[in-house]
């Protein structure tokens, strides 16, 4: 693939063959934190929690391989996601541990307050969300932002009924896989952002 050269705020910059994979990947890993969510909560709905458990393995490696691509200006905030990602996963495998991976997504219902503790790995989740809303300004990624943590505060204050958290957390769901397919029609570039961006703040921080 040749490469390609584009003007950016701090210069002239190329996107080459190794962008344009960490593109891809971040997709497809988007793709599929898309789909396992909404897998693991239409199994979880149709035939309960005790066997839907086996989803949370693609949603979370998905997830961990999605902010290892994403491309985020600031590096601090790419890490903080990273950060909150690897707390909610340790975190989930704590809680299965402890219980069982059976036993895992019941506990959410019986015992809400344990929510709190995978709570990080949603907030990576709506982080991702956040990124894609102020990049591309697509309204599925403000759905999300909105309805994830309003399905999680909702139930855990009260305020929400079970089914009413429960429709938030699909449509969630459903959100995050129309955004998923839809970056594939997308060029790349787009994804990748202004890498001038990226050098001059390297740059900085290694105080050249």
């Known amino acids: ?36 969510f909404a897998g693991l909560l239409l199994q979880w709905e149709t035939y309960g929690g005790a066997g839907a458990w086996p989803w949370i393995f693609p949603l979370i490696t998905s997830l961990g ?9 600031l590096r601090f905030l790419h890490r903080a996601l990273q950060l909150l990602w690897l707390i909610g996963t340790v975190s989930v495998f704590v809680l299965a541990l402890r219980n069982g991976f059976r036993e895992l997504l019941p506990l959410f219902v019986h015992e809400p307050f344990s929510i709190w503790a995978v709570a990080p790995f949603f907030a990576s989740v709506v982080g991702v969300g956040i990124k894609e809303f102020f990049c591309f300004h697509r309204l599925e990624a403000i759905g999300v932002v909105l309805f994830l943590p309003a399905a999680l505060l909702g139930y855990l204050s009260g305020y929400l009924a ?22 594939f029609s997308v060029k790349s570039s787009a994804d990748i952002g202004d890498k001038s961006i990226f050098n001059y703040l390297e740059a900085q921080r290694r105080g050249m």
């Open 1 to 36: 693939m040749n490469n390609s050269y584009l003007d950016g705020i701090y210069g002239i910059f190329t996107i080459d063959s190794m962008d344009q994979r960490e593109v891809l990947g971040y997709r497809i890993a988007f793709l599929i934190i898309g789909v396992s």
């Open 65 to 73: 391989l999605a902010l290892r691509w994403i491309h985020i200006y």
């Open 162 to 183: 079970e089914t009413m958290s429960f429709t938030l957390l699909i449509s969630s769901s459903f959100l995050l896989l129309i955004l998923a397919i839809q970056k």
